[in-house]
Structure formats: C-alpha cells, structure tokens
C-alpha cells in the first residue's frame, strides 16, 4: 500500500522523465555528491522523519541546484552591494573621527551611507565605460636612483608572457622553455604548473602532433587569467589553447582547432569568455566554463600577433599584414586601422572608443575608433643611436615627441630600424591615463595619455636591460610588471646576453 501512495505521486513522474536523463554533466555531478551524502547519513533518521520529510528535502536540494542565471547575477550583486555598503560605513566613520563629532542620528547615517555607495558605484560604471578615467599619470613622482626594477623571478629562457590576477596579489609568467610558473607579487615565491602527460593531454581533447613533431612542443607564447582567478590559458606553438585550474594548477582542458601556433590569448573581463589568436590568421572564442568551442572571427591576411578586449563583446588585434582589426562581436563586423608606414607589432584597449599600439619602426599611436589614422604619433619612442647602440641617461630626463631631452641628437643620430627599436610590448593602467611601452633599447617609457588634448606626453624612462615582451600595470597603479629576457618573444633576431630571463617589477610612488 505504501509503494501504491507513492508510485500515485507526481514524483515518479517526474523521475521517468526522459529529460532529466539528458542532464548536464554538472548537474549530475551535484546530484550525485548529495546523493553520497544522503546515503552516508542513512543509519535511521529518515525512519522518523517521514516521506513528507524526505520529499521536502529533495525538492529543498533540487531548488538549490536549479539557480537561474537571473537568480545568481542577483545574488551577487547583493553581496557586492553589501561590500560596498561595509566600505562606506568605513569611510563614514573615519570623517566622524576626525570631524571629532558625536553620534549622528541613525537615519542620518544610513541615507549618507547609501549615498556613498551610489557615487562609488557610479564612478565605477563611467570608469568602465570609458567616460571618465582615473588621473593616475600627473600622481606618478619621478623615480629616485634606488628606485630601479628588480627581479622577482627569474626563468631559464625568454620570458614571453606576464599577467596578474584581479586582485594584484597573485603573478604568472611563461617561457621559452615550456615553464609556467605561478608567484605571489610581494614575496615572489613561485610555484611551477607541470605539464600532464600525452596520455592525459588526449583525455582533455589535445590531439595528436601534425607534421614531423612526434610529441607536443611546450613552447608557451601567451597567457591569460579570468577575471575571478579561476582559469588560466596558455597558448603555444602546439596550436593548443590550453586551460588550467589556477587553485590546483592541474591542467583541466585543451582545445584543439588552430592551425598555427597559439600567439595570443585574452578574457573578456567579467566573464569566462576567451579569445586566441593564431598564425593560422583566426580568432577563435571559446567558453571556458563550460570548455567549449564558439566561433571563429575571419579577417586578417597574415598571423594574429596581439589581442586585447575589455567587458564589452568587442576584441582589438593585431597582425603582421600591417593592419589593427577591431571585431564587433554581436554585430559580426570589424573595423580595419592602418598605421602609414610601418608594421604594428602590439596594441591595448584605453576605454571602449580609444586604443594604443606599437610598432617596428619604434612608434607609439594613438588611435581612435572615429579615425581610420592615428590620431597622435610619437616617433622614435625607442629609438638606438645609431653610432653607438648602448647609451646612458643619467637623470632621466623626458623625452618630449620621442628623443632625448638633454644633447643635440638629430632624428639622423637615431637608428629606428633596428630590432633593438621594436616596440613590443604596450599597455594601459585600467580605466587611467597612465601607459607603458617596452622594446630592447633598455628602457621602459611611461606616458601620459591626453584625454582632452588626445596626445600623448612622456613622462619617465625606467631603466631595463633585455628584451620587454610583456607588460602589466597593478590596477592601482602602484607598480609595474615586465616579463624581459635575451630574446624577442616570437623569434631569435636579436640577442642581448646581459639581460636576465626573468619577470621585473618596478614601484611606482603615487602623489
């Protein structure tokens, strides 16, 4: 009679389903683990409680799993809220501590507390937006002779790619020689992520080597952290996209599909999208959540050699047939920049609407999304004298339109063509005026980016010996991160042996 009663409920039903025998992988995976726990716990209790009890449980544990995309983007904008809300009572009480003001009315307190939450907010969303930028370029003193880069971790080869986590703490680098190595910025002790074997790679969807490779190259050329810390991506020259899980640092997926080496890799901010570009001239988008192919992005005639997007759907590349390509993801469309003379070899989004580059003849651009032309040029950015390719800057003077404020250099005294020249590495202090560029000749330059005047003004040159392959900025603006080594990132044409193959940082002190 009880296997009557229950077989007569509506719960059987739903169990014979046949949808819920197509359940996603995740799902079952939850399921199964409380199924686990259920069973584990079942010395008895369940007698007493019933099958009201029972059937009220697992529709309580079927509505925890099935959370909306709407129910959990509410719930944290609710915790971020409440974060906000603790950083507000914060300041709040700091003003009353030094106003030295007695206890102010509790409704009082709450509305100027909800008010500083409003303006916090809205300053992050016309900083994200690109409408307002953090002037961080006019806060950064001149470096002292102590002030210099050190080295905080130090590879075997060509260090070919640098990044840091949302929060600044946590660092990775990659090299030529196939280490990805995972470092904490204050201390610098790194720990090293090792590679599976080919066995375990083919169970993660890497496929087997092509051409006369007998085993997968290690060589690393990029890399990428999610904005939540979760995910690392690694690209190469095995034409694999790879994804590791940044808290074990196992690897959990490869993705198989490019035809070149992977020469480029970056998250869209907010979410687990990833794009890569190749040699193969593609930019593919993949789901790193859900480790799955979406869609491939045509249009440039030679390799892909930088990548950059921000949180909208929109991805900036650069390649070697000489032209900057801005795809509009939704739309399915892009926008074709060239520079005038020159091959652009590196670029970074400023905000949604402005972007900067660098290229091979040691030019630094400033582009907008109205112009097809840069709107702002600085020439020899890097240039070498061309009688001696080793020279010293004393005091560190600016180097107003690209050369050295101090001497009577001509732009003939400058060899610009040189690989030493190449800018290769660019980037931007997030939602800020503050940019950096890198090359070979043994500096790093800071500049400040006009948003008005839309130029761009040198600030300082940060002594660096060795081939700048990759930079990053703290978010915060407090210092600067750069992968160097004795080689480029993409080839051998040039080599330094005094440098170090290693990742630098430099401290920046803000006013």
Not at 139 to 154: G, H, T
Not at 206 to 228: C, F, I, M
Request: hydrophobic share 30%; charged share 30%.
């Amino acid at each position: 009679m009880k296997n009557k009663q229950r077989g007569s409920g509506p719960k059987k039903g739903k169990a014979e389903d046949p949808f819920f025998g197509n359940e996603s992988k995740r799902r079952r995976r939850r399921k199964s683990s409380d199924a686990d726990f259920v069973e584990s716990s079942d010395s008895g209790d369940d007698f007493f409680e019933g099958e009201a009890g029972e059937e009220d449980e697992g529709e309580e544990e079927e509505a925890a799993v099935e959370e909306t995309a709407d129910e959990k983007r509410k719930r944290l904008a609710i915790t971020h809220l409440e974060e906000l809300r603790k950083i507000a009572k914060r300041t709040k009480e700091q003003n009353d501590d030094e106003s030295g003001g007695g206890e102010s009315e509790k409704e009082s307190e709450k509305g100027e507390r909800d008010s500083l939450v409003a303006q916090i907010l809205q300053q992050k969303q016309l900083e994200e937006s690109g409408r307002v930028r953090r002037s961080i370029a006019s806060r950064v003193q001149k470096p002292e002779a102590s002030d210099q880069f050190q080295v905080l971790v130090k590879h075997r080869k060509t260090v070919t790619a640098v990044a840091l986590s949302e929060d600044d703490l946590k660092g990775f680098s990659a090299s030529k020689d196939g280490t990805i190595l995972h470092w904490d910025v204050e201390s610098g002790r790194g720990e090293k992520y090792r590679w599976p074997s080919d066995e375990v790679l083919r169970s993660h969807g890497a496929k087997d080597p092509q051409g006369r490779a007998s085993k997968h190259s290690k060589l690393v050329l990029s890399l990428a952290v999610s904005s939540d810390g979760r995910y690392l991506a690694s690209g190469g020259s095995d034409c694999h996209v790879h994804l590791w899980d940044t808290r074990t640092r196992e690897h959990i997926q490869a993705f198989p599909g490019h035809r070149g080496p992977v020469s480029c890799l970056v998250f869209r901010q907010g979410t687990s999208e990833l794009f890569s570009g190749s040699y193969d001239r593609t930019v593919k988008m993949w789901n790193a959540e859900d480790r799955a192919y979406m869609s491939s992005l045509f249009g440039h005639q030679s390799e892909v050699l930088t990548i950059d997007c921000l949180r909208r759907e929109r991805v900036l590349t650069v390649g070697h047939d000489r032209s900057m390509q801005l795809f509009k993801v939704p739309e399915e469309s892009r926008l074709v920049f060239r520079a005038p003379a020159s091959s652009l070899e590196c670029c970074c989004f400023i905000n949604n609407d402005e972007f900067l580059s660098g290229s091979d003849d040691g030019s630094v651009e400033l582009w907008s999304v109205l112009r097809k032309k840069p709107t702002f040029i600085v020439k020899n950015a890097h240039a070498l004298l061309a009688a001696n390719k080793k020279f010293e800057q004393r005091d560190r003077e600016t180097i107003p339109n690209g050369h050295l404020e101090s001497g009577d250099h001509t732009c003939e005294s400058f060899d610009s063509s040189s690989v030493y020249s190449w800018v290769s590495s660019v980037t931007v202090c997030r939602s800020s005026d503050l940019a950096a560029s890198g090359a070979g000749d043994g500096f790093v330059r800071l500049w400040a980016l006009g948003s008005e005047t839309k130029d761009i003004r040198p600030l300082y040159n940060l002594p660096l010996v060795g081939f700048v392959n990759s930079l990053a900025f703290a978010k915060s603006g407090e210092f600067l991160v750069a992968g160097l080594g004795q080689e480029p990132r993409l080839g051998r044409w040039g080599r330094i042996p005094a440098a170090h193959n290693g990742v630098a940082v430099h401290p920046l002190k803000l006013s």
